[in-house]
C-alpha cells in the first residue's frame, strides 16, 4: 500500500488535464488540486498510523496488508469492521469526500468472488482483485454518457459515447467522452463502464464495455470544471473557506481519443449482457451503497455538532422550535447509522464463501439520502438564518486594526464567545451549505445515487426480483381472506346474525 508520499509522487506521471484553458503541468502542486491531493494521501498515511491501522486493515488470503473495505468480507464481523474503515477514512474529509479510493472498492472487492461473471475475461478479474488488494490504487469511475441529446437512441451519438474503434491482437482501441469523473485528476485509474443499457441496435456492440485505463495514457484527456480550492485560494485563506481549500473533489469530463487498453484491463468486451449486468449482478450495488451510506451518515454526525454549536453560539439552543429542529438532524443521522448497521449485520450471500451488504436496506438510503440533504440545508438556513450573512467578507477584517474593534464588540456571540470564534464557525457553515462548494456538494447528494426516478424504480423491481412484492400482497390476501359478502369467513369473530352463547358452548365442546 502507497503512503501519502507515494501517493502524491504516482500522479506525477504526465497526465492531461485542462483548467481554465490551460494544461495542468502537476496536480500536486496547482493551486486547483495541491490542497485537495494532501487530503487524499492524509487516507494513505492513516493506513500505516498504527492508530488508525487497526481499523483500517486486515490481512488479505495472500497474507498481504489492505483496507478492509478492499477485500470481500466472509461474515458479518467482517462487513461490520469494513464499515467503521469506511467510517474512519471518511472522518477524515467530515464526510464531504465521497469518491476516496474506498469507493471504486466497492467494484474492485467484488472481482475475486465474481470473476466467473466476466466470461472470457475471469483471469483479469481475478489480477485486478489481486492488484487492488495489494496496492490500494485510486481509481475513479465513468459510467454516464455525455448529457447531451438524450432524446436520440445511442446508434445516434455513436461518436460521442466511448466505443471500441479498433481491435488488435495486444487490446482495443477507444474513443469517446464519459462523464462525471469525480476527483479524476487526483487518481491512478480511470474505470469506464455503463450505467444505461449499452446495446446501439443494429447489431452494433462496441459500446459494450468494462475496463480500466491509467490516468496517463497516451489520448486520455480530463476536461476539469471550475476548482473551488483555486478559488478560495484567491479569494479568501481556510478561515474563509475551511472546506472548499482542501476537500473539492473537482469533477472532469474524460475525453479518450484513440487510447490503447490492452487486454489485460478488460472486463467486458461486444458484451451486452456482461456489460448491462455487472451492477445488479456481481454484488456491486451492495457494496457502492454500503460505503455511500457510511460515509453519508459521517457528514450528517458532522452537520449535527454545526448546528449545536451555532445554536448555542446564538444564545437558542434552549428554544423549544430549535431543539426540535436539532433532533429532526439527529434522527436522519441515527436513521442511516441504522440502515448501514443493518446493510452489515443481516448481509446477503455471495459467491465463494463471501457475504454482500444488504440491499433492500440500500434501497431506503439511495431513496432517503437525496431527500434529506435539502432538508437539512433548509433546517440550518432557517435556524442559524441570517447569521450565515452577516459575516465579515474575509478573515483579512481582523488583521486590519482599525477595523478589528467594531468585529469583536458586534460580531460576538452568546456565553462570553469572541468574534473570531464565532465567525469561524459560521464561515464553515456557510462553505458546507451556501459556497459553490456547498452548492455542488448539495447537487452531488441530490444525485449520487443515480437518477431520482431510477432509485426508486430499482427499489421496485428489487422488491419483485427477490419476492418481497408477492410476500407483500399475500399479506393483504391473509386479511382479505377472513371475510367475504356475508360476514367473516371464520370462527375468530362473531358476525352479526350469530348467537353468541351458542358459540361459546360449541367452542367449549
Known sequence: MMNGKEYLESLRDGRTVFLNGDKVDDVTTHP??????????????????????????????????THKFFKASKNATELLEARDAIAQWSKLSYGFMGRTPDYKAAFTGSLGPYSDFYKGFEDNAKRWY????????????????????????????KEVFVRTVEERDDGIIVSGAKMVGTSA????YNFVANY?????????????????????????????RQSFEETAAKTGTPFDYPLSSRFDENDAVIVLDHVFVPWENVFAYNNV?????????TGWMNRYTFHGCTRYAVKLDFMAGLLMKA????????????QANIGEVLAYRNMFWAISTAMATDPMEGPNGTVLPNSTYATAYRVFAPMVWPKVKQIFEQVVAGNLIQLPSSSKDFLNPEVRPYLDKYYKGSGAVSAVERVKLMKLIWDS?????????????????????????????????????????????????????????NDKWINEDEDINDLIQLRMN
Open 433 to 489: 451549505i451556501g459556497t459553490e462548494f456547498g452548492g455542488r456538494n448539495e447537487l452531488y447528494e441530490i444525485n449520487y445515487a443515480g437518477n431520482h426516478e431510477n432509485i426508486r424504480l430499482e427499489t421496485m423491481k428489487m422488491a419483485d426480483l427477490n419476492g418481497q412484492s408477492d410476500k407483500f400482497k399475500a399479506f393483504v390476501d391473509l386479511a382479505m381472506d377472513d371475510y367475504d359478502l356475508h360476514g367473516w369467513t
Open 32 to 65: 486547483a488540486y495541491r490542497n485537495s491531493a494532501r487530503s487524499i494521501a492524509q487516507l494513505y498515511d492513516a493506513l500505516h498510523d498504527p492508530d488508525t491501522a487497526r481499523i483500517l486493515t486486515a490481512k488479505t488470503d495472500e497474507g498481504h496488508t
Open 130 to 157: 489481486e492488484k487492488t488488494t495489494r496496492d490500494v490504487p485510486f481509481c475513479n469511475h465513468t459510467i454516464i454518457n455525455p448529457a447531451m441529446d438524450r432524446n436520440k437512441p445511442l446508434h445516434e451519438n
Open 273 to 281: 449482457e456482461i456489460a448491462n449486468g455487472f451492477r445488479s449482478k
Open 196 to 224: 444505461s443499457p449499452v446495446d446501439l441496435g443494429e447489431g452494433d456492440r462496441s459500446h459494450a464495455l468494462i475496463f480500466f485505463v491509467p490516468m496517463n495514457a497516451p489520448g486520455l484527456k480530463m476536461i476539469s
Open 185 to 188: 485528476a487526483l487518481t491512478n
Open 311 to 322: 445554536t448555542e453560539m446564538a444564545g437558542t439552543n434552549q428554544f423549544r422550535g430549535v
